[in-house]
């Protein structure tokens, strides 16, 4: 393909996809395509170092992603969840694209950056991270460090977000506190030559995961609740699950959320019908060949999840949203390990794809035990002008909520004594 900028060699296909993410960063680099990144996550932080010392960075967030820690963030997503449909009124009008992104704010900085980082994130915390994302532009591509409006306004944001962020790593090393977070992960790391991480480096780092994982998962959520919501037979049979895994039980742990599988298989499905990062970009940096195809230095290198993902010899009818596809006996995701790739593959795979699948499906499950849903757009489509690719907005909903559910009130008077059904 002729981009602008390079000759762009794509792969496509099982075989192509081994070649692409198999091939070690000295061969296809990500840090060229990403510099973009670089004013954002900031100097010396992940593609602004060597791809030795990015490695290290990256590692350092394992601890925080491993299994103990998700039983953690699990109950802290369904916490975050019901209380940010709880501020809804009983019936109203949302763009689904904006839901997805305010919550998922809330569910991954309330785990990733801990209890005191969430209380910080004041009206002027989100207006700063949108100042930072509204930096994020075409012209960013070509050149992030153009004089543009939007760079300046970025560069601000990022100045005043590190400061806020210092605030609580200080507060955090002051008070001794230990917390199950990123943030302590990365107060407790060190470099392989022993060093510990600066300030800076952790600002950067926690910056880094948050933007990883925010609109990627927003624009996530956003997918499933129209997909469900148009397939009206499969979204039946999730909420026959949900009432056989809870019964009326409103407290969830993570053993739920795990025995939600087809609520967790649709998400699967909406992430391969529409991947939110729609293409894998990396410079060639050193020739090597591929089958018949000579691939050279200075060309850039694609690979696409959304193209992919819609091959018919890897998924049966692409077109359709059949979620039972990654069920028993079929299993179509299964038959090769870079099958499916919305969180791309090798040693770059994404390092939150657990924790992602896992926030999905609380909060979708919170979404629809407590509310119905009409959507009134005539049609839902990606935007392709964003990076992140989301639905086009408008993207309006109708909701209504169900009646909640009946409450025992402690027995403090005879009044109160029988079971009530709560406000609303
Ligand atoms: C639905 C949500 C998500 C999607 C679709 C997604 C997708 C991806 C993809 C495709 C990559 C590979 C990029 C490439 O090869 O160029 C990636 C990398 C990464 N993701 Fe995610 N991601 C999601 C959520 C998250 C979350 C929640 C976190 C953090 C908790 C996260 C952290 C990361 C990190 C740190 C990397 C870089 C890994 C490396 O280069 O070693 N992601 N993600």
């Known amino acids: ?174 008070e001794g506190r230990q917390e199950s977070d990123i943030l302590q992960t990365l107060l407790e790391a060190k470099y392989s030559d022993g060093r510990a991480l600066s300030d800076d480096e952790i600002v950067g780092i926690l910056l880094t995961v948050m933007f990883a994982g925010h609109h990627t998962s927003g624009v996530t959520f956003c997918w499933n609740t129209i997909l469900m919501n148009q397939h009206p037979a499969y979204f039946a049979r999730v909420m026959e699950e949900q009432k056989a895994v809870l019964g009326d039980r409103t407290t969830l742990k993570v053993e739920d959320l795990r025995a939600m599988t087809l609520l967790e298989r649709s998400v699967k499905e909406t992430l391969r019908m529409y991947p939110a990062i729609i293409m894998l970009m990396r410079r060639v940096l050193k020739d090597f060949s591929y089958e018949q195809y000579e691939v050279k230095a200075g060309q850039m290198a694609l690979c696409s999840p959304a193209a992919s993902h819609h091959i018919e010899t890897i998924f049966k009818d692409p077109w359709k949203y059949d979620p039972d596809r990654y069920g028993p006996g079929r299993e179509e995701d299964r038959q090769h390990p870079l099958a499916f790739i919305a969180f791309g593959g090798g040693k770059h795979r994404c390092l939150g794809a657990v924790f992602a699948t896992l926030q999905l499906v609380a909060t979708s499950s919170v979404l629809a035990r407590h509310f119905e849903l009409e959507l009134l757009e005539p049609r839902y489509y990606p935007d392709y002008k964003r990076i992140l690719v989301g639905p086009h907005q408008p993207c309006r909903a109708r909701y209504r909520r169900k009646k909640r559910p009946l409450v025992q009130v402690p027995l403090t008077s005879p009044l109160d004594a029988a079971p009530i059904q709560a406000a609303g």
């Open 1 to 174: 393909m002729k981009l602008p900028g390079a000759d762009t060699v794509v792969f496509s296909g099982l075989k192509a996809h081994e070649a692409f993410f198999r091939q070690p960063d000295e061969v296809l680099s990500q840090k060229e395509v990403y510099q973009f990144m670089v004013p954002i996550f900031g100097k010396g932080i992940a593609y602004d170092t060597t791809p030795e010392l990015m490695k290290e960075q990256m590692a350092f967030l394992h601890p925080g992603l491993r299994e103990a820690r998700l039983r953690t963030y699990a109950e802290l997503f369904v916490e975050e969840a019901e209380a940010f449909f709880d501020r809804w009124d009983n019936e109203g009008v949302v763009d689904l694209y904006d839901i997805g992104n305010e919550l998922t704010i809330y569910t991954s900085s309330r785990a990733l950056l801990g209890g005191d980082f969430r209380k910080h994130l004041s009206g002027e915390f989100a207006r700063l991270y949108q100042e930072l994302e509204g930096g994020l532009t075409l012209w960013s591509f070509l050149n992030p460090y153009l004089p543009i409006p939007a760079h300046r306004r970025r560069d601000k944001a990022r100045v005043k977000m590190g400061e806020m962020i210092k605030r609580i790593v200080d507060e955090r090393r002051r």
